[in-house]
Nanobody, 126 residues
């Protein structure tokens, strides 16, 4: 079971930026697609945010995040990052790092997720 440790959440004003980190092992980065979901207030289901493929490094974003969020990986630090800019109040939520069952980003469906991190809170408020 891959171990995922998130950090970097916090309170930011609208229009601000945050960078989330997900630290894991080399084996996990080499084997599984890895990315982010979030759970926003008032909704029980988590929604997909972004994913980076272990097969070829391709990156994917949910529609509302395109152009504002950037996912990347640092193989030397065994860490995946989510750089979030132009944050909006609706981006408030708990952000979870997650691995898919294989090296491909096969859609933002929870049943395709093999492992979850503990989550980190992001609050966008003035």
């Amino acid at each position: 079971q891959p171990q995922l440790v998130e950090s970097g959440g916090g309170l930011v004003q609208p229009g601000g930026s945050l960078r989330l980190s997900c630290e894991t092992s080399k084996d996990t980065l080499d084997t599984y697609a890895i990315g982010w979901f979030r759970q926003v207030p008032g909704k029980s289901a988590r929604e997909g945010v972004s994913c980076i493929s272990a097969a070829d490094g391709s990156t994917y974003y949910a529609h509302s995040m395109k152009g504002r969020f950037t996912i990347s990986r640092n193989n030397a630090k065994n860490t995946v990052y989510l750089e979030m800019t132009s944050l909006q109040i609706k981006d408030t939520g708990i952000y979870y790092c997650a691995t898919w069952f294989d090296e491909y980003c096969s859609g933002y469906v929870e049943k395709r997720i093999g492992s979850w991190g503990q989550g980190t809170q992001v609050t966008v408020s003035s």
